[in-house]
């Protein structure tokens, strides 16, 4: 299942990715915490992890709290995961089965 949105680049991004993520900057994460984190859930060079907040901080998905060094979830983020919660619910697939392109 793929889901579109606008920008003028096209990475094609992994649910099972951008997901915990999102997740995780819900109520707010520090920058040093936030690898920690995810890097519990499943191995993630730093690498890709930066290329995904790159992006969704870009598509405002995402947004960085420079003064307080914390990373927060925005209202799309938040509809995109709810929109990955449906499609899971829906077709059951997991997270992996997803990709998200952002165009």
């Given amino acids: 299942m793929t889901f579109l949105f ?8 992994k649910a099972c990715i951008i ?4 997740l995780l900057c819900i109520n707010g ?5 936030l690898p920690i984190e995810i890097q519990g859930m499943s191995p993630l060079p730093c690498k890709t992890l930066k290329k995904y ?3 969704l901080v ?3 998905l995402l947004s960085y709290d420079g003064q ?3 990373y927060i979830t925005k209202d799309g983020g938040l509809d995109l995961l709810h929109k990955i919660h ?4 829906k077709t059951l697939v997991t997270s992996e089965d997803i990709t998200i392109t952002i165009e």
């Fill in 6 to 13: 606008s920008n003028k680049r096209s990475p094609k991004l």
């Fill in 19 to 22: 997901e915990p993520i999102l």
């Fill in 29 to 33: 994460i520090s920058i040093y915490e």
């Fill in 53 to 55: 907040l790159f992006y």
């Fill in 58 to 60: 870009s598509c405002e």
């Fill in 68 to 70: 307080r060094q914390i």
């Fill in 86 to 89: 449906q499609e899971k619910q």
